[in-house]
């Protein structure tokens, strides 16, 4: 029995955070609360943020682990991390919407193209850093085919 990749417990809205450090943990942690990940994966996650950032433009970032972090994944899963304020992500680059991904296998590839949809679309982006409940993150999410 697989668990769901997203659910509405994955998605923390109005966060408020210091920096992007703060911001990535708590995109991990929710990860690992859920029972995704073990904790080890988090700093596989700072690891891979070192290498160079996984903000993507349109305000969003999708903080993950690094390739060898996939030990550490127990289930495929994401996690929605909403920061109405915005974090500095480097570079002048604010964030908004923190999308957290932990793959097992290939699974989290599918979801990840379906979030990069969702994502290009800067209003469905708005919607989701205006989003006032889980529910409109999850339709919006569940939209695209």
């Known amino acids: 029995m697989s668990m769901p990749i997203l659910q509405k417990e994955n998605i923390v809205l109005h966060a408020r955070v210091e920096n992007k450090t703060e911001a990535i943990r708590l995109a991990g942690q929710i990860l690992v609360n859920q029972g995704y ?11 891979r943020e ?15 682990g690094t390739e060898d972090a ?4 127990k289930h495929s899963g994401i996690s929605i991390v909403q ?3 915005g974090v500095d992500f480097g570079d002048g680059n604010i964030a ?3 999308i957290g991904i932990a793959g097992k296998n290939n699974e989290h590839l599918e979801i990840l193209s379906k979030i990069a949809i969702v994502c290009s679309e800067q209003e469905n982006v708005e919607a989701m850093i205006k989003a006032a409940t889980e ?9 695209v085919n």
């Open 96 to 98: 908004k919407l923190l």
């Open 70 to 73: 996939k030990q550490f994944v």
């Open 37 to 47: 990940v073990e904790d080890a994966y988090i700093d596989k996650m700072f690891e």
């Open 50 to 64: 070192a290498l160079t950032s996984t903000y993507m433009g349109n305000f969003v970032a999708i903080p993950h």
């Open 135 to 143: 529910e409109e993150i999850l339709r919006l999410l569940n939209e």
């Open 83 to 85: 920061i109405p304020d």
